[in-house]
Nanobody, 127 residues
Framework: QVQLVESGGGLVQAGGSLRLSCATS????????MGWFRQAPGKEREIVAA????????YYATSVKGRFGISRDNVKNTLYLQMNNLKPGDTAVYYCARANSPVPGLIPTTGREYDLWGQGTQVTVSS
């Protein structure tokens, strides 16, 4: 059974860093885009970053561009999100997700384009 399991969340002071990981039980994501989303209390889920299945093409939300980095290791079957210079506004539950399209070059940027989701990991940034 394919699963996505996030880890690496926690409490950090503003300006600090965290690295989130998303492990898959098998790399069904190989050749598929992967993404990180977040949802803060009372707010809608929003995309943070996404990466194509091949070629390493990336997308970042404007709010995190220059601070976050998405990457994937297809040998370790793991997706990463390096978060630097964290701000209180980054506080949210972070989810990794797999694109539903098998087209490897796509970078889906909306939630409806993803069909498999992890359980989420909490990131809290204190001021």
């Amino acid at each position: 059974q394919v699963q996505l399991v996030e880890s690496g969340g926690g409490l950090v002071q503003a300006g600090g860093s965290l690295r989130l990981s998303c492990a898959t039980s098998r790399m069904t994501s190989s050749g598929r885009g992967m993404g990180w989303f977040r949802q803060a209390p009372g707010k809608e889920r929003e995309i943070v970053a996404a990466i194509s299945g091949i070629g390493g093409r990336t997308y970042y939300a404007t709010s995190v561009k220059g601070r976050f980095g998405i990457s994937r290791d297809n040998v370790k079957n793991t997706l990463y999100l390096q978060m630097n210079n964290l701000k209180p506004g980054d506080t949210a539950v972070y989810y990794c997700a797999r694109a539903n399209s098998p087209v490897p070059g796509l970078i889906p940027t909306t939630g409806r384009e993803y069909d498999l989701w992890g359980q989420g990991t909490q990131v809290t940034v204190s001021s």
